[in-house]
Nanobody, 120 residues
Framework: QVQLVESGGGLVQAGDSLRLSCAASGRTFSSYALGWFRQAPGKEREFVAAITRNGDTTVYADSMKGRITISRDNAKNTVYLQMDSLKPEDTAVYYC?????????????WGQGTQVTVSS
C-alpha cells in the first residue's frame, strides 16, 4: 500500500514562492509516475503537473505553466512542486497523486493534501 504525505503548504503573498513536497512509502518509488492536483473551494479537483517514473519528462497545466516545476528524487522517495509568482487564484488544497504505472494509467493513490493560500 502506497502512502503519500504532502508538506510545504502555507499562507503566502501574491508573487511569493512555495515548494511542496510529497514523501512516498510502501512501493518501489521509481515504478510509478507521480502528479500534483489541486482543488479550490467550490471547484473540482484539477490537474497541475505530472512526471514520469524516471523523471525525464514532465507535463504541466496551461494555467500554471511557466510558474511551476515538478521534480522527483527517487533516492529520497520524494516528489516536489516548485511554485513561483503565486497568484490569489492559486489558492487551493494541493494533492500528490501516484499513478498505477505510467501517467496514462489510473491514479491509485492520493495524499491527504496541503493547503496553499495566496493573499493579494
Amino acid at each position: 500500500q502506497v502512502q503519500l504525505v504532502e508538506s510545504g503548504g502555507g499562507l503566502v503573498q501574491a508573487g511569493d514562492s512555495l515548494r511542496l513536497s510529497c514523501a512516498a512509502s510502501g512501493r518501489t518509488f521509481s515504478s510509478y509516475a507521480l502528479g500534483w492536483f489541486r482543488q479550490a473551494p467550490g471547484k473540482e479537483r484539477e490537474f497541475v503537473a505530472a512526471i514520469t517514473r524516471n523523471g525525464d519528462t514532465t507535463v504541466y497545466a496551461d494555467s500554471m505553466k511557466g510558474r511551476i516545476t515538478i521534480s522527483r528524487d527517487n533516492a529520497k522517495n520524494t516528489v516536489y512542486l516548485q511554485m513561483d509568482s503565486l497568484k490569489p487564484e492559486d489558492t487551493a488544497v494541493y494533492y500528490c497523486a501516484g499513478y498505477r504505472s505510467s501517467w496514462s494509467s489510473p491514479i491509485d493513490h492520493w495524499g491527504q493534501g496541503t493547503q496553499v493560500t495566496v493573499s493579494s
